[in-house]
């Protein structure tokens, strides 16, 4: 037991390690995607695997309920990159403050799913994080970007692109 929390944080490390490298240079919105759905397999694969039981079986769950870790620290040091660069410098500090706050209650909410059994909380956290990798294709790249400095650069940006997409459809 004491040895799995062990492993558990020291995880961290190789996942900023992985984050510096993969955004780097595949961008932010891939490496999100990536650590996500890592995530995701392994909370749905461990569900999979709940209802077979052998020592190599249960092994191999706390194999995967460690990439889990790695992918879910991932995203953690990485969302608060990647949403600083989305946002523009007018709003910047207190977005990131909201979506800090709104990630706090899903860490109050956590013990609570967690209780209603393992089940219902690999099943719940495996959902959740396959939508949120559906939710990143509508986020557009922030690598190598210049940063937003208001609303009205992100508008004209936006429409600028969707009349480069009407000229191609054309």
Same mark, same amino acid.
């Given at each position: 037991?004491?040895?799995?929390?062990?492993?558990?944080? =020291?995880?961290?490390?190789? /996942?900023?390690?992985?984050v510096? =490298?993969?955004?780097?240079?595949?961008?932010?919105?891939? +490496?999100?995607?990536?650590?996500?759905?890592?995530?995701?397999?392994?909370?749905?694969?461990?569900?999979?695997?709940?209802?077979?039981?052998?020592?190599?079986?249960?092994?191999?769950?706390?194999?995967?309920?460690?990439?889990?870790?790695? %992918?879910?620290?991932?995203?953690?040091?990485?969302?608060?990159?990647?949403?600083?660069?989305?946002?523009?410098?007018?709003?910047?500090?207190? +977005?990131l403050?909201?979506?800090?706050?709104?990630?706090?209650? %899903?860490?109050?909410?956590?013990?609570?799913?967690?209780?209603? %059994?393992?089940t219902?909380?690999?099943?719940?956290?495996?959902?959740?994080?396959?939508?949120?990798?559906?939710?990143?294709? /509508?986020? @557009?790249?922030?690598?190598?970007? @210049?940063? @937003?400095?208001?609303?009205?650069?992100?508008?004209?940006?936006?429409?600028?692109?969707?009349?480069?997409?009407?000229?191609?459809?054309?």
């Amino acid at each position: 037991m004491y040895i799995n929390v062990a492993v558990s944080g =020291l995880i961290e490390t190789p /996942a900023i390690y992985l984050v510096g =490298l993969l955004s780097d240079r595949y961008g932010r919105k891939a +490496a999100s995607i990536v650590f996500t759905l890592c995530v995701s397999i392994c909370c749905l694969w461990i569900l999979i695997l709940q209802y077979q039981s052998s020592d190599e079986i249960t092994q191999f769950q706390t194999y995967l309920a460690m990439i889990a870790k790695l %992918g879910i620290s991932a995203v953690f040091s990485l969302i608060y990159v990647y949403t600083g660069e989305l946002l523009p410098t007018e709003i910047r500090s207190g +977005a990131l403050g909201i979506c800090s706050m709104i990630g706090g209650i %899903g860490g109050v909410i956590q013990p609570k799913v967690s209780s209603m %059994g393992d089940t219902f909380a690999y099943a719940a956290f495996g959902i959740t994080t396959l939508v949120s990798c559906g939710l990143y294709l /509508a986020l @557009p790249e922030t690598l190598n970007k @210049p940063l @937003p400095d208001s609303i009205e650069e992100i508008e004209m940006d936006s429409r600028r692109k969707e009349q480069e997409e009407d000229k191609k459809d054309s």
